[in-house]
């Protein structure tokens, strides 16, 4: 039984309440390991950064 990969945590950058963004995040994706796992990632990162860490079977934008 192979270790199922772990995805990287983006921690949010530390900000005053007044500059907090209001509304959904700009970008979520939808990313499916080699077993078949189920990830919903949203920003920070990028959909090439996502497709390049090992075990990611699928990318996609989240609906």
Known sequence: ?????????FPS?????ARL???PPRHAYLV???DGVRHL???PTT???LQAIPGV???RLAP
Request: without cysteine.
């Open 13 to 17: 950058p530390v900000r005053s309440p």
């Open 41 to 43: 990632v949203l920003d």
């Open 21 to 23: 963004p209001v509304g």
């Open 57 to 59: 079977a699928r990318v």
């Open 32 to 34: 499916e390991t080699v």
């Open 47 to 49: 959909l090439k950064a």
């Open 1 to 9: 039984m192979t270790p199922r990969p772990v995805l990287p945590s």
